[in-house]
C-alpha cells in the first residue's frame, strides 16, 4: 500500500547505544518530517526537510540528527540514546494537492523505549 | 510562529451527546488547520481539513469543524457521540504544504455509556 513506511516498529535501546529510525514513502512527496510524541505533550517536531538535500531543525532536535538520503527516504539517528528519548516517534511527508490543499501523510510509528 | 492551544486535556460525555473539542490558534498569516484523531496505539488519522473556501468543513465520522477568523478558532464538534469516538483528538496548524504541522497537546475523549 502506498503511505509512509517506519521501521522498527518497536525498539529496546539501552543508555548510551546508538540507532537509526527508518522512513520512507512512495507518493512522492517534497517535504518529510520527524515527531516524537510524550504523554499529554502532543507531537513536537524534531527535524525536517523540505525538500531532498536540505534539512532543519525544530522544537527539539537535541540529541538526534537526520539524513534525507533521496527524495523517498528520511532516517533519524540518535547517537547516544538517553531515557529521556523513550517516546512514540512518528515520520510524515506532505505535498501539495491539485485543489490547492495540502496533504500529510503519517507512519504508524516506532515505539522507542531507552532503559 | 504558529502555536496551538486545546482547552481541555480531557473531555467526558455521555453516548448521544454532543461532541465538542476546543482548538485556538495563533498565527501570523492565514493558517491551514487540521483535526487529526488518534485510537490506541495506532497512528494518526486525519478527520478533516480547512484550507481555503467554506469554513465550515465535514470530516469522517459524522465531525465537523468551523474556521472562525475573528475568534481564531477551530473547534471540533459532532452531534451525537458514539462509544467509538473514545480516542485522543489532535488540533494542528501549518502555513503551507511543505512547512511542519504544529501540534496542539490533544485531548483525550471519553464517551460514557
Known amino acids: 500500500n502506498a503511505g509512509v513506511t517506519q521501521t522498527p516498529k518497536f525498539q529496546v535501546l539501552k543508555t548510551g547505544q546508538s540507532m537509526t529510525l527508518q522512513c520512507a514513502q512512495d507518493m512522492n512527496h517534497n517535504s518529510m518530517y520527524w515527531y516524537r510524541q510524550d504523554p499529554g505533550m502532543g507531537l513536537r517536531l524534531i527535524y525536517y526537510?523540505?525538500?531532498?538535500?536540505?534539512?532543519d531543525k525544530g522544537e527539539v532536535p537535541n540529541g538526534y540528527n537526520v539524513s534525507r538520503l533521496n527524495k523517498r527516504e528520511f532516517s533519524l539517528r540518535l547517537e547516544s540514546a538517553a531515557p529521556s528519548q523513550t517516546s512514540v516517534y512518528f515520520c510524515?511527508?506532505?505535498?501539495?494537492?491539485?485543489?490547492?490543499?495540502?496533504?500529510?501523510?503519517f507512519g504508524s510509528g516506532t515505539r522507542l523505549t531507552v532503559v | 510562529a504558529q502555536s496551538v492551544t486545546q482547552l481541555g486535556s480531557h473531555v467526558s460525555v455521555s453516548e448521544g451527546a454532543l461532541v465538542l473539542l476546543r482548538c485556538n490558534y495563533s498565527s501570523s498569516v492565514p493558517p491551514y488547520l487540521f483535526w487529526y484523531v488518534q485510537y490506541p496505539n495506532q497512528g494518526l488519522q486525519l478527520l478533516l481539513k480547512y484550507t481555503t473556501g467554506a469554513t465550515l468543513v465535514k470530516g469522517i465520522n459524522g465531525f465537523e469543524a468551523e474556521f472562525k477568523k475573528s475568534e481564531t478558532s477551530f473547534h471540533l464538534t459532532k452531534p451525537s457521540a458514539h462509544m467509538s469516538d473514545a480516542a485522543e483528538y489532535f488540533c494542528?496548524?501549518?502555513?503551507?504544504?511543505?512547512?511542519?504541522?504544529?501540534f496542539g497537546k490533544g485531548t483525550r475523549l471519553s464517551v460514557i455509556a
Open positions: 510524515a511527508s506532505s505535498k501539495a494537492t491539485g485543489t490547492g490543499g495540502w496533504s500529510y501523510t
Open positions: 494542528a496548524v501549518s502555513l503551507s504544504g511543505n512547512t511542519p504541522l504544529v
Open positions: 526537510s523540505a525538500s531532498e538535500g536540505t534539512t
